[in-house]
């Protein structure tokens, strides 16, 4: 049983009460524990202090969780995420309980689990173009019209979208972007993904769950400029012929979970409250 005893907290800096749990975590633990402090912005240039830790507490909602998953994939540390936000899904604990039940999981008690990235490469120049742990969109810009997004599933063309955009998401993403468009949640530890389309012309073909082993080509139609975004904070620009890759990643985010993994259909049932009565 590992216990954690270096703990580095970043917390969202628009939120005054997590700038405040974060004071107080360090305030009731500090006798035992070594810590340090930053927001999701000051950590970007202290980015050393992140290999010095054993575990991360991420103070804030999922947008905090997803720019600490950034930061981390590269070291295999831990996440223990406290829910400052609405809903919460990728977060372990609520701000009301984080003071009473941090111990248990400072005392090595918790499983870790590992959710699955993906990774988009911009096949022109093969640079990676981003990782994502919750989804990329490939989108129109500001112009208000139709694009045309061909895409291509381990090199057999799948469809040509005439629609908004194209949204790829994880297993971990399929409870956001992907699930406000209609489509499937997945298991969180699956290795699998989707491609939704976005609002596509005349009810296209409405999108595929793929292995985790398969390869996404999206190729630019349009002539208007197109967005890609990975998981909300990453943005770059797209034009005609530009061809991007994406596919699973090699590099993953671990948690430290006190309940099953089974228990995530409950907790997403009851968050977005369509389980009444239990």
């Known amino acids: ?40 912005i000051d950590i970007l240039s202290q980015k050393d202090k992140i290999n010095q830790s054993e575990l991360i507490i991420a103070v804030g909602g999922d947008g905090t969780i997803l720019r600490v998953a950034h930061l981390v994939a590269d070291h295999n540390i831990p996440i223990l995420g406290i829910n400052m936000g609405r809903v919460g899904f990728m977060s372990e604990i609520e701000e009301s309980e984080a003071l009473n039940t941090l111990p248990w999981y400072f005392e ?8 699955y990235m993906l990774e988009a490469m911009y096949l022109k120049t093969k640079e990676v173009f981003a990782i994502s742990l919750n989804d990329i969109a490939v989108a129109r810009g500001n112009l208000i019209r139709i694009v045309e997004l061909a895409t291509y599933i381990d090199g057999v063309h799948l469809a ?37 389309p976005i609002a596509s012309h005349m009810s296209q073909f409405g999108g595929v769950v793929l292995s985790g082993s398969s390869r996404i080509k999206i190729e630019i139609i349009s002539e ?3 967005n890609f975004s990975s998981d909300g904070f990453i943005d770059k620009q ?16 671990s948690f430290l979970r006190k309940k099953e ?7 997403i049932t009851r968050k977005l409250g369509i389980r009444k009565g239990i």
């Open 108 to 115: 090595g008690n918790a499983r870790v689990e590992k959710r």
């Open 224 to 226: 208007q400029q197109i």
């Open 238 to 253: 797209l034009k005609k012929a530009d061809q991007i890759e994406i596919y699973q990643s090699k590099k993953y985010i």
């Open 160 to 196: 040509t979208y005439r629609c908004d955009g194209i949204v790829v998401s994880t297993a971990t993403g399929s409870t956001g972007y992907n699930l406000a468009l209609g489509g499937p949640v997945l298991d969180p530890l699956s290795k699998d993904f989707i491609l939704k």
């Open 1 to 40: 049983m590992k216990s954690y005893n270096t703990i580095g907290i970043i917390y969202n800096s628009l939120s005054g009460a997590a700038s405040k749990l974060s004071k107080k975590i360090i305030d009731n633990f500090s006798n035992d524990k070594t810590f340090w402090i930053a927001n999701e």
């Open 261 to 267: 993994s089974s228990e995530f259909w409950g907790d």
